[in-house]
């Protein structure tokens, strides 16, 4: 296959955006394909994703069992999340602070401890963490769904609030019996 055109590159990075919000909106959307496509978009797309920006621009693309695999870490890890347990890697670094003209800055170094050539569930875990506030978990017991936060909604959809509404007006109507 011939390496992807700028074209196809600037196409996979607005795919994936750059800030935290669009990070975190591009996991979900990708945990979340039914079928994950043979095609070159969606590989430069992780690879954007992971950073391998080089990678990206010299068509040193993932297999799609590659990309099937990290699917399947990605929706686990959420799961695990949404069971109240830690979604976690091993990772190697160093725990630092130093000073810069008066301020304390971090110096710390995490890195992935495994010299996989690409780290995946890495980035995935990292973008999450850069991601903190605006990602959720459908307050409904039975649904648990991850959404992007939109200002103080508590479930993932419409259907899960009114359901909970109706569970609870059930509920009181019991109680007053
Ligand atoms: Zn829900």
Request: hydrophobic letters at 30%.
């Amino acid at each position: 296959m011939p390496p992807p055109s700028n074209h196809d590159i600037q196409n996979a990075r607005r795919n994936v955006g750059e800030d935290p919000v669009a990070r975190v909106r591009w996991l979900l959307k990708f945990a979340g394909l039914q079928e994950i496509s043979e095609e070159q978009p969606l590989k430069l797309q992780v690879l954007l994703f992971m950073g391998a920006d080089q990678d990206a621009a010299q068509g040193r693309l993932p297999t799609t069992s590659q990309l099937q695999d990290w699917q399947s870490k990605v929706r686990t890890g959420l799961t695990q999340m949404s069971r109240g347990s830690s979604w976690k890697i091993e990772i190697e670094g160093s725990l630092g602070v130093t000073v810069v003209r008066g301020r304390v800055q971090e110096t710390s170094i995490r890195s992935p401890s495994r010299r996989d050539h690409w780290s995946f569930t890495y980035k995935a875990i990292q973008t999450i963490i850069d991601g903190l506030d605006h990602l959720r978990f459908c307050a409904r017991n039975d649904c648990a769904q991850p959404y992007m936060r939109n200002r103080r909604q508590e479930y993932c959809s419409g259907k899960c609030r009114s359901t909970i509404n109706k569970r609870r007006y059930r509920q009181s109507l019991k109680v007053h019996q």
